[in-house]
């Protein structure tokens, strides 16, 4: 699983989704945070993933479930959410380790014991995970690459949605949201074409409005400032 030679050529060509991987120095407490704490919190790809059946317990002990944030941002989502379901274990992943270390630091002070981290390319994660392992998964806000040239760098696209489709369990919810329409028009294409998974919206009300269990994040924040309408999308895995 995940490591046949298909897989691995598309993971050689996969165009990079994400901007920037580092801003600001880190300081001493977040030197520490990266170097002691997240060896611990990371997700071991080099090692096999367990079964879907008990990766939940192997990632948290205790855990039912697993949900999977992917481009966390700043965290705010991951933890809110984090904090609600501590019988759930979160798969954050984010490149930028301005956010890794955002979320390493609310691991610490607020003792949360039900995340695990990958600060790399989050396609690496599920091409690692078992089949039917996920029950939940969020995409919120992507990278939009508005530019036309880079398009292509998108990251919720056909070649994305096909390895959830593998991880997801049938009745599994993904959640992706974006204050781009453009954006919001070609993965609702890009959905309807692949077919394994459905859009659950009856009406405009559906994707106009987020829902109290899916709190806001820094990057919607600023869409809000500065006028843009957003779009909720909830799709369920066939
Ligand atoms: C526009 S930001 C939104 C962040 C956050 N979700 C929010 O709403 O505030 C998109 C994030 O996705 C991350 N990202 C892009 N491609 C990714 C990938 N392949 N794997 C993991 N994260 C990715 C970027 O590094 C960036 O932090």
Redesign the pocket.
């Given at each position: 699983m995940g490591n046949d030679d298909d897989s691995v050529h598309a993971a050689i060509h996969e165009l990079r989704?994400?901007?920037r991987r580092s801003g600001r120095t880190l300081n001493a407490r977040q030197t520490r945070l990266v170097e002691d704490l997240l060896p611990k919190v990371r997700l071991p790809l080099h090692s096999p993933s367990s079964g879907a059946e008990e990766l939940a317990r192997v990632l948290v002990p205790g855990a039912q479930r697993v949900w999977l944030e992917?481009?966390?941002?700043?965290g705010?989502?991951l933890v809110a959410q984090a904090r609600s379901h501590p019988d759930v274990a979160f798969i954050g992943?984010?490149?930028?380790i301005d956010?890794v270390v955002k979320v390493l630091s609310a691991i610490e002070d607020q003792a949360i014991a039900n995340i695990r981290l990958f600060d790399d390319?989050?396609?690496d994660v599920v091409r690692w995970l078992p089949a039917a392992a996920i029950d939940r998964a969020f995409i919120?806000?992507?990278?939009?690459w508005p530019k036309t040239r880079h398009r292509k760098r998108r990251?919720v696209s056909a070649q994305t949605l096909a390895l959830l489709a593998r991880v997801m369990r049938t009745g599994a919810e993904l959640r992706v949201?974006t204050d781009i329409g453009d954006y919001a028009r070609t993965i609702l294409e890009a959905v309807h074409n692949q077919r394994a998974f459905r859009w659950t919206a009856t009406g405009p009300q559906d994707w106009r409005i987020q829902g109290d269990d899916w709190p806001v994040?820094?990057?919607?924040q600023k869409a809000i400032r500065e006028g843009r309408r957003s779009y909720f999308l909830r799709f369920v895995r066939d």
């Open positions: 989704s994400f901007g992917i481009g966390f941002g700043g705010e989502h992943c984010e490149p930028f956010g390319d989050a396609r919120l806000f992507p990278d939009p990251l949201a994040t820094r990057y919607q």
